[in-house]
């Protein structure tokens, strides 16, 4: 597979090269903004699960569904921005390799697919919150994207860790 222009473009920057440990300094660039997107991903992944497993009527029986997601996903979205960020940062420093890379392909498209799940979720069925907030078991929609969604994440997770062993 080529290797489009601006991928090659946007690895030779001096942010890439310095990412790489290429310029004084740069050495602990990588390992550092690495760690802090480990992190924000388990900060995003947790309060993911913490969500779905409500929805699925597993944990947080005593909770409401609309409390509990006001909440959690303030604190979601946070780390999803420094996962964001500090990710788009380690492609810079490799963006050749990971471009063609299948498992930086399939870690993204579950990622869409997790987003589109979250999306059809939060239009549909959580706009009616309220009728089901307390009801055990949740509805059967709540509980499909409840069990898409962990296994979406989890996949993310999964493909994300698996690229550190094949670029």
């Known amino acids: 597979m080529a290797v489009p222009e601006f991928i090659s473009a946007l690895q030779a920057t001096t942010v890439g ?28 992944y947790g309060t993911i699960v913490m969500v779905d497993l409500r929805m699925l009527g597993i944990t947080s029986r005593s909770e409401r569904m609309s409390r509990l997601s006001a909440e959690v996903l303030p604190w979601t979205w946070t780390a999803f921005i420094c996962a964001a960020i500090t990710g788009s940062l380690l492609f810079v420093s490799k963006a050749e390799a990971y471009w063609g890379n299948f498992e930086f392909r399939a870690k993204f498209l579950c990622l869409a697919l997790a987003g589109l799940n979250m999306a059809i979720y939060q239009l549909g069925l959580h706009r009616r919150v309220s009728q089901w907030d307390l009801t055990l078991p949740p509805p059967l929609a709540a509980r499909v994207a409840g069990a898409l969604s962990i296994s979406l994440w989890t996949a993310v997770v999964f493909f994300g860790r698996w690229i550190g062993f094949t670029t």
């Open 17 to 44: 090269g310095y990412i790489r440990g290429e310029f004084p300094g740069g050495e602990w660039a990588f390992p550092v903004i690495e760690t802090l997107h480990v992190m924000a991903l388990a900060c995003v």
